[in-house]
Nanobody, 120 residues
Framework: QVQLVESGGGLVQAGGSLRLSCAAS????????MAWYRQAPGKQRDLVAR???????FYADSVKGRFTISRDNAKNTVYLQMNSLKPEDTAVYYC??????????????WGQGTQVTVSS
């Protein structure tokens, strides 16, 4: 099975920065698109950023210009660099990977989530 392990969350003051990472491990798998989502208390889980295998990116309007998603395919790892953080960025951040194993149909696999708290 494939496991996604997230790290880098924590408490930071407004205007500060954090770098999240998500590493995929397992056997006989490959990763297509990877993405970061976040879910604040009382709100739905929303897409933050997405990156394809070729490096094409998408960002939610709320984080555009402040967040940067990147990946290291050799390490099966995706990163989210978060700069100029605001209190409204406070949420649990989840990594999602589109996974291909032995079957022909890809499936979505989620990380456990990591808490990001931005104080004012």
């Amino acid at each position: 099975q494939v496991q996604l392990v997230e790290s880098g969350g924590g408490l930071v003051q407004a205007g500060g920065s954090l770098r999240l990472s998500c590493a995929a491990s397992g056997s006989r798998f490959s990763i297509n698109t990877m993405a970061w989502y976040r879910q604040a208390p009382g709100k739905q889980r929303d897409l933050v950023a997405r990156i394809s295998t070729g490096g094409s990116t998408f960002y939610a309007d709320s984080v555009k210009g402040r967040f940067t998603i990147s990946r290291d395919n050799a390490k099966n790892t995706v990163y989210l660099q978060m700069n100029s953080l605001k209190p409204e960025d406070t949420a649990v951040y989840y990594c999602k990977a589109e996974v291909i194993t032995d079957g022909p149909v890809p499936y979505d696999h989620w990380g456990q989530g990591t808490q990001v708290t931005v104080s004012s």
